[in-house]
Structures are given as structure tokens and as C-alpha cells.
């Protein structure tokens, strides 16, 4: 598995166009996600125009291949359904970013969802659901790492700015996640750009363990 843990890209506009149009200096494809390489990203990726109330991925398969999430443009949701087209319940009336990417966990019975409210440098957040019988349950397991985290760096704002928190890995089945916290990318952060790195537990949120930058790179970018 190969973690990506994106800096910043230069992004240089060829000329003005539709969906989906490459700019030069930026990756042409969309998948694998920008966070992490077993992540699906569902828009038209990092270096394209993204279209506004359209995905690019409508259909992702768990790993187990007996359930899918599905995405439909017209409303901006997701249904999860079984391998003989029951929808799960629990999540109607989500709406999700075509700025998102999707995680699956190895064992099948959860996913996140790694969404921005404010483009490609701000506003990224995670939400996990859980897959139980047939019901979606939607739990927050990263508010411990974000208080954590929001204690270790500083930006000139009368309040610090919140966190970039992205999914990165699942552990143990579902049971754990490993989430990364990046600075704000912005020059009133001093340390602009910096992460870290938690696993958590899962649905509880409890910080397991604790990742410099450095340790975080040397164990998980190239696992």
C-alpha cells in the first residue's frame, strides 16, 4: 500500500474550458484518492476543473465486492447497496462534495468520507459510517485528535484555525483508522502545510497513538 501524503502543487491554467479539463504541471488522473492511495476520489481531480454538481465515480465497490456505494449527481447523495440491490438505510438526506474521496475498509463493514468545503488548499474533514446489518450509522472519530492536534501549532487568527483532517488507513479490520492533520496551508500559520498523525479508535475516536511528520512519512508513505 502507498500512502499519499500530498504537499503543494503548482498548478498552472492552460485555458479556460470545460469539465474535466487538464491544467498543466497537475496530475491528469483523479483516482487514487489525493490522501490516500486506496481511496477512490470521486471528482475530476486535482489539476482538472471540477464540475459543480457532477462526479466523475458514481459506483464504488467494497472490497468484498458484495456492497457499492452509489452517487448521483441530480442530488448530490450516496446510497450504499447490497450484492442484490437492497439499499442500506441511515443516510438519506446526506449530501456529499464531488470534491471527496472514499475509503472502503479492508473488512468491507465501514468507509470514510474525506470531503473539502473551501477547494483544494482548506475546509478538509472526515465522516465515518459504519455498516451494521442493514443500517449505516454515521459516527465523528476525529473531535479528540482535532483538540489534540490544534494544541501543537499556531496561526495569527484572534482563535487558531481549524485543521486539515483527512483519512488516510483503516487498521485491524474497522476497528482503527489512521487519520493525518495538516496544518492549514495558509501564510498565517506559521508552520503552514506541517502534519501529523493519528490512529484512532474506531467508533469511539480515542487517540491510539501519535505520528511526527517525520515517523508518519517513514512508516506510512511507501507501506
Not at 28 to 56: H, I, M, N
Not at 57 to 85: E, L, N, T, W, Y
Not at 168 to 185: H, I, K, N, Y
Request: charged share 20%; with cysteine; aromatic share 10%.
Amino acid at each position: 500500500m502507498s500512502i499519499i501524503l500530498p504537499g503543494f502543487w503548482l498548478v498552472v491554467l492552460a485555458s479556460q474550458g470545460g469539465c474535466g479539463q487538464v491544467l498543466l504541471g497537475a496530475k491528469a488522473k483523479p483516482t487514487p484518492g489525493e490522501w490516500s492511495s486506496k481511496g477512490v476520489y470521486l471528482g475530476y481531480g486535482l489539476g482538472a476543473f471540477d464540475c459543480p454538481g457532477q462526479f466523475r465515480v458514481h459506483r464504488v465497490p467494497s472490497p468484498d465486492s458484495q456492497k457499492v456505494a452509489v452517487f448521483s449527481d441530480s442530488d448530490m447523495r450516496m446510497i450504499v447497496q447490497d450484492h442484490g440491490g437492497k439499499t442500506y438505510a441511515g443516510i438519506e438526506g446526506v449530501e456529499f462534495s464531488s470534491l471527496s474521496e472514499l475509503l472502503w475498509s479492508e473488512d468491507s463493514s465501514a468507509f470514510t468520507v474525506t470531503s473539502s468545503d473551501g477547494g483544494w488548499v482548506g475546509g478538509w474533514s472526515v465522516e465515518v459510517f459504519l455498516i451494521k446489518y442493514s443500517q449505516i450509522e454515521r459516527v465523528d472519530v476525529s473531535s479528540q485528535a482535532k483538540k489534540d492536534v490544534m494544541r501543537r501549532y499556531q496561526c495569527d487568527e484572534p482563535q487558531n484555525e481549524e485543521p486539515n483532517l483527512v483519512a488516510v488507513a483503516w487498521r485491524e479490520g474497522s476497528s482503527q483508522l489512521l487519520l493525518v492533520a495538516q496544518v492549514p496551508p495558509h501564510s498565517s500559520c506559521r508552520e503552514m502545510g506541517k502534519l501529523f498523525g493519528y490512529i484512532v479508535s474506531v467508533p469511539s475516536g480515542k487517540i491510539v497513538e501519535r505520528f511526527s511528520e517525520a515517523r508518519l512519512r517513514n512508516e506510512w508513505e511507501s507501506t
